[in-house]
């Protein structure tokens, strides 16, 4: 069975530092590449972060580069986002995905195969 399911939304203040986190199945962590997006209201869903199925390369929006930071952890079969430096802007509803085995065009929304249901951050000014 797959499964995508992100938790750590919430409120926090301009500055301040969220971690959001994306739970899947064995089968889907072993061999996809993840990726992290996010959709304000009346906005198109946008790239966040991405890492690809091994690990090997990581890739960041312009929005967000130097601010936030994708990893995976095997064992937990989790990928996290660590947001610091948060903005206004960055409020959301931000959505895990997943790509079966791929190192490259991580940014591409059409790429991704399975979703999850997203979580909600804002950030209040």
């Known amino acids: 069975q797959v499964y995508l399911v992100e938790s750590g939304g919430g409120l926090v203040q301009a500055g301040g530092s969220l971690r959001l986190s994306c739970a899947t199945s064995e089968q889907i962590f072993s061999t996809y590449a993840m990726g992290w997006f996010r959709q304000a209201p009346g906005k198109e869903r946008e790239f966040v972060a991405a890492?690809?199925?091994?690990?090997?390369?990581?890739e960041y929006a312009d929005s967000v580069k130097d601010r936030f930071t994708i990893s995976r952890d095997n064992a937990k079969n989790s990928v996290d986002l660590q947001m610091n430096s948060l903005k206004p802007e960055d409020t959301a509803v931000y959505y895990c995905a997943a790509q079966y085995r791929t190192s490259y065009y991580l940014d591409q929304i059409s790429g991704y195969e399975y979703w999850g249901q997203g979580t909600q951050v804002a950030v209040s000014s």
């Open positions: 890492v690809s199925w091994n690990g090997g390369n990581t």
